[in-house]
């Protein structure tokens, strides 16, 4: 019996957002983008993306009660900007146990992880808290250049710290290598309406406050690298997940991965190797 249980909350957990995600990009047209993404053949990709999605939440919440031995740095000895990981909402920063390995294989010296509560903090406090670390990290590697990666909510939270730290500390020891975002919903997601707990949730709906926030500040320059999978069931719809027009112009690139589910991406070979491929280019 408990077997049994256990089964239908480890199925029925993320079958909820992937029906709302099915009827949400079927009401605002986006399965077209969708279905073209993935080669014409959308029911299969669904399937992939919903069997990936089950197996890595519950991968993800067993991972949970670790998130402070992923805190460190120094890994491994190398070259290249000091890199900083940012989770997404209701993660820590044991999303990255799986990226932090590859990244220390490839070379990276100085990879840290970024820490923050999804709850009783308010945004802003929160990109205030990525703003010191960038600076601690900037005055700890040689040349002052940081790298920052960050998955769904933690791509937002990047983006307002680096658009004014760019701007404010230019010429002041802080430089912004690049950045790359992982399933951020920089248009928002509906989903963080309906079913988002708590206040920085529901900020992420279309029009919420950490949409706004992050809007009214300068954007972030590039080199920047957004990567969406179009099969993800927590943005939704799908043009959630696409950069806004100011990003493109201030040198972003924007490219679609292997359909994966959203929580997918921490744990994908595919999208690591995105990810490496494109902090190396900053060497």
């Keep these: 019996m408990l077997l049994e249980t256990m089964a239908v909350v480890a199925v029925g957990v993320p079958a909820l957002p992937a029906a709302l995600a099915w009827l949400e990009n079927r009401r605002s047209g986006d399965w077209l983008l969708q279905r073209r993404l993935c080669g014409g053949r959308l029911a299969s990709a669904l399937l992939r993306a919903f069997l990936d999605s089950v197996w890595t939440l519950w991968c993800t919440a067993l991972a949970l009660p670790f998130g402070r031995l992923c805190s460190g740095h120094g890994l491994a000895t190398g070259t290249g ?27 990276f010296a100085d990879v840290r992880c970024y820490g923050y509560p999804s709850f009783g903090r308010p945004f802003g406090d929160i990109v205030s808290g990525l703003e010191e670390l960038v600076r601690r990290a900037a005055l700890e590697v040689p040349d002052g ?20 730290l760019a701007q404010a500390d230019a010429g002041h020891g802080v430089r912004i290598a690049g950045v790359a975002t992982l399933g951020a919903p920089h248009r928002g997601s509906v989903l963080a309406a309906r079913l988002g707990v708590g206040r920085l949730a529901r900020g992420l709906a279309p029009g919420g406050e950490v949409l706004e926030a992050v809007r009214g500040l300068p954007p972030c320059p590039g ?12 943005v939704q719809p799908l043009s959630g ?8 112009s201030a040198g972003w690139t ?10 997918g991406l921490l744990y994908s070979a595919r999208v690591h190797a995105e990810v490496l491929a494109f902090l190396t280019s900053l060497r």
């Design 223 to 234: 080199p920047a690298l957004s990567l969406y999978t179009p099969t993800d069931c927590m």
């Design 145 to 164: 250049r940081v790298a920052l990666v960050g998955h769904s909510l933690g791509g937002l939270v990047i983006r307002a710290a680096c658009g004014p």
């Design 254 to 263: 924007e490219r679609a991965v292997p359909p994966v589910s959203h929580v």
């Design 241 to 248: 997940a696409l950069l806004e027009g100011r990003e493109l």
């Design 81 to 107: 900007p000091a890199v900083i990981l940012v989770h997404g909402l209701y993660h820590n920063p044991a999303a990255w146990f799986v990226l932090r390995r590859r990244l220390a294989r490839a070379g």
